[in-house]
Every structure is written in C-alpha cells, then in structure tokens.
C-alpha cells in the first residue's frame, strides 16, 4: 500500500494562488500515474490534472492554463500549482495514484486523505 498526504489547501482570496502537494511514502510513487481530484460541496467529484508515463500531463478545461502538476521524484512528491483561483475552485482536493493508469472513470488504487480549498473574499 502507498500512503498518499496531501498538504497545501487554505483560504485564499479570488486571483490567489496555492500549490498542494502530495506526499508518499516511497520511491516507487516516482513510477505512478498520479492525479488530483476535487469534490466541491453538492458537486460530483472532478478530475482537474494527470501526470502519467513520460510527465505527460492532462488537465480539466476548467482547469486548463491556471493549474500545473508536476513532481519531484527527489522528495517523493507532486505538486498542484494552482493560480488565478475563483470561487468555483473551492472544494476538498485529493491526490490519486495507481502503478497503470487513471481516468475519469476509474481512479487510482491509492488516495490522500484531502486538503480543502476555499476561495473567497
């Protein structure tokens, strides 16, 4: 099992930024598929970045141009760079890995526990 800590969420004012991070437990994480899902209140759960084999990376088109993933395999970590947030950003983010593959459809094996995002003035 690879256990997944998201840090990085808080309160930010519309036009802010944040960058979330997801923390693992061992190398391997390195070799995973890893994305970053979001869960606003009464909103379905949403898959907003990706970055699998060969750091090809994928993005919402909510999401597209304001938010960058991106990993340090030094430290066993990916980030979510997010800039530019509005209040439709707010909502609980969760990192997802899997050894394969990850889609909107089906997520990863493993989960973080989630860190929460509010936008506001």
């Known amino acids: 099992q690879e256990q997944l800590v998201e840090s990085g969420g808080g309160l930010v004012q519309p036009g802010g930024s944040l960058r979330l991070s997801c923390a693992a437990s061992?190398?391997?994480?390195?070799?995973?598929?890893v994305g970053w899902y979001r869960q606003g209140p009464g909103k379905q759960r949403e898959l907003v970045a990706m970055i699998r084999r060969f750091g090809i990376t994928n993005y919402a088109e909510s999401v597209t141009g304001r938010f960058t993933i991106s990993r340090d395999n030094a430290k066993n970590t990916v980030y979510l760079q997010m800039n530019n947030l509005s209040p439709e950003d707010t909502a609980v983010y969760y990192c997802n890995a899997d050894p394969i593959s990850i889609s909107f459809i089906k997520p990863g094996r493993y989960w973080g526990q989630g860190t929460q995002v509010t936008v506001s003035s």
């Open positions: 061992g190398t391997i994480f390195n070799t995973y598929v």
